[in-house]
C-alpha cells in the first residue's frame, strides 16, 4: 500500500501550463502502474493519463493528448504530469492514483491507493 501527496496545482490562465506531482511513501514504488485522474464539478471522474511500472509505457485521454506528459523518477518516489496549453475545460481535481498490479490504464476499477487531489482552476 502507498500512501501519496499529490501537489502543483493552482490557478493558471488559459495557454499556461502546470507540473502536477505526486510523491508515494511505501515499499516497491517501481512495481506499480500509476495514474492521474480528474473529476469537475458535477461531472464524474475520469482518466487523464497512466503510466507503467517502468515508464516504457503511457497512455492518454484523447483531450490531452499531445498537450500533457506523464512522467516518473522511480529513484525519487514520485510521479508527474506536465500539463501545457490548458484549457478552462481541464479545471477540476486532479487525483494521483496506484495499481499494485503494474496493469494501470485510463480506468478508475483497478486503482488500489488514491491521494487526496489538487485544484487546477484554469480562467482568465
Known amino acids: 500500500q502507498l500512501k501519496l501527496v499529490e501537489s502543483g496545482g493552482g490557478p493558471v490562465q488559459p495557454g499556461g501550463s502546470l507540473r502536477l506531482s505526486c510523491a508515494a511513501s511505501g515499499s516497491n514504488f517501481y512495481d506499480y502502474a500509476f495514474g492521474w485522474f480528474r473529476q469537475a464539478p458535477g461531472k464524474e471522474r475520469e482518466g487523464v493519463s497512466s503510466i507503467s511500472p517502468h515508464g516504457g509505457s503511457t497512455k492518454y485521454d484523447d483531450s490531452v493528448k499531445g498537450r500533457f506528459i506523464i512522467s516518473r523518477d522511480n529513484a525519487k518516489n514520485t510521479v508527474y504530469l506536465q500539463m501545457n496549453s490548458l484549457k478552462p475545460d481541464d479545471t477540476a481535481v486532479y487525483y494521483c492514483?496506484?495499481?499494485?498490479?503494474?496493469?494501470?490504464?485510463?480506468?478508475?476499477?483497478?486503482?488500489?491507493?488514491w491521494g487526496q487531489g489538487t485544484q487546477v482552476a484554469v480562467s482568465s
Open positions: 492514483a496506484a495499481d499494485w498490479t503494474g496493469l494501470g490504464g485510463l480506468g478508475p476499477g483497478g486503482y488500489n491507493d
